[in-house]
Protein backbone atom coordinates (compact mmCIF):
# COMPACT_ATOMS: atom_id res chain seq x y z
CA UNK A 1 0.00 0.00 0.00
CA UNK A 2 1.26 3.48 -0.59
CA UNK A 3 1.28 6.17 1.71
CA UNK A 4 -1.88 8.58 -0.37
CA UNK A 5 -4.16 4.59 -0.25
CA UNK A 6 -3.42 4.42 3.55
CA UNK A 7 -3.94 8.11 4.33
CA UNK A 8 -7.56 7.25 2.03
CA UNK A 9 -8.59 4.46 4.91
CA UNK A 10 -7.21 6.49 7.64
CA UNK A 11 -9.64 9.33 6.01
CA UNK A 12 -12.58 6.88 5.65
CA UNK A 13 -12.28 5.68 8.84
CA UNK A 14 -12.10 9.03 10.25
CA UNK A 15 -15.45 9.43 8.29
CA UNK A 16 -16.94 6.36 9.54
CA UNK A 17 -16.02 7.24 13.22
CA UNK A 18 -17.78 10.57 12.74
CA UNK A 19 -20.99 9.35 11.06
CA UNK A 20 -21.37 5.99 13.81
CA UNK A 21 -20.73 8.71 16.67
CA UNK A 22 -23.08 11.65 15.14
CA UNK A 23 -25.73 8.27 14.58
CA UNK A 24 -25.22 7.70 18.49
CA UNK A 25 -25.99 11.09 19.64
CA UNK A 26 -29.24 11.62 17.69
CA UNK A 27 -30.16 7.79 19.10
CA UNK A 28 -29.95 9.32 22.48
CA UNK A 29 -31.87 12.11 21.67
CA UNK A 30 -34.55 10.02 20.45
CA UNK A 31 -36.28 9.29 23.95
CA UNK A 32 -36.35 12.46 25.12
CA UNK A 33 -37.97 13.92 21.62
CA UNK A 34 -40.33 10.73 21.90
CA UNK A 35 -41.35 12.07 25.44
CA UNK A 36 -41.87 15.56 24.29
CA UNK A 37 -44.48 14.67 21.61
CA UNK A 38 -46.10 12.40 23.90
CA UNK A 39 -46.56 15.36 26.36
CA UNK A 40 -47.72 17.60 23.28
CA UNK A 41 -50.03 15.05 22.26
CA UNK A 42 -51.89 14.43 25.69
CA UNK A 43 -51.94 18.24 26.53
CA UNK A 44 -53.78 18.59 23.23
CA UNK A 45 -55.93 15.73 23.72
CA UNK A 46 -57.07 17.09 27.37
CA UNK A 47 -57.46 20.84 25.75
CA UNK A 48 -59.49 18.98 23.17
CA UNK A 49 -61.47 17.29 25.79
CA UNK A 50 -61.93 20.09 28.38
CA UNK A 51 -63.16 22.14 25.11
CA UNK A 52 -65.72 19.69 24.11
CA UNK A 53 -66.93 19.37 27.99
CA UNK A 54 -67.28 22.60 27.72
CA UNK A 55 -69.61 22.66 24.45
CA UNK A 56 -71.79 19.84 26.26
CA UNK A 57 -72.10 21.43 29.53
CA UNK A 58 -73.66 25.12 27.49
CA UNK A 59 -75.49 22.79 25.40
CA UNK A 60 -76.79 21.51 28.06
CA UNK A 61 -77.46 24.30 30.16
CA UNK A 62 -78.86 26.13 27.07
CA UNK A 63 -81.36 23.08 26.73
CA UNK A 64 -82.11 23.26 30.68
CA UNK A 65 -82.91 26.85 30.59
CA UNK A 66 -85.24 25.93 27.14
CA UNK A 67 -86.75 23.44 28.99
CA UNK A 68 -87.52 25.57 32.18
CA UNK A 69 -88.83 28.50 29.83
CA UNK A 70 -91.29 25.63 28.16
CA UNK A 71 -92.55 24.29 31.48
CA UNK A 72 -92.93 27.75 32.97
CA UNK A 73 -95.05 28.71 29.55
CA UNK A 74 -97.24 25.47 29.90
CA UNK A 75 -97.81 25.91 33.83
CA UNK A 76 -99.21 29.22 32.86
CA UNK A 77 -101.40 28.61 29.55
CA UNK A 78 -102.58 25.52 32.19
CA UNK A 79 -103.14 28.62 34.68
CA UNK A 80 -104.84 30.75 32.33
CA UNK A 81 -106.98 27.88 31.01
CA UNK A 82 -108.48 27.08 34.44
CA UNK A 83 -109.24 30.79 35.06
CA UNK A 84 -110.89 30.92 31.79
CA UNK A 85 -113.17 28.35 32.60
CA UNK A 86 -113.67 29.53 36.05
CA UNK A 87 -114.87 32.51 33.99
Given amino acids: MTDKNIQQVIEIEKQSQEIYEKAKREAQQLPV ?3 QEAKAMIEKAK ?3 QE ?6 A ?4 TD ?8 ATAKAS ?3 TLAKKN
Avoid at 59 to 62: L, M, N
Avoid at 65 to 72: C, E, L, T, V, Y
Fill in 79 to 81: ELE
Fill in 52 to 57: QARQII
Fill in 47 to 49: ADA
Fill in 65 to 72: AAQGISDQ
Fill in 33 to 35: LAE
Fill in 59 to 62: KAQT
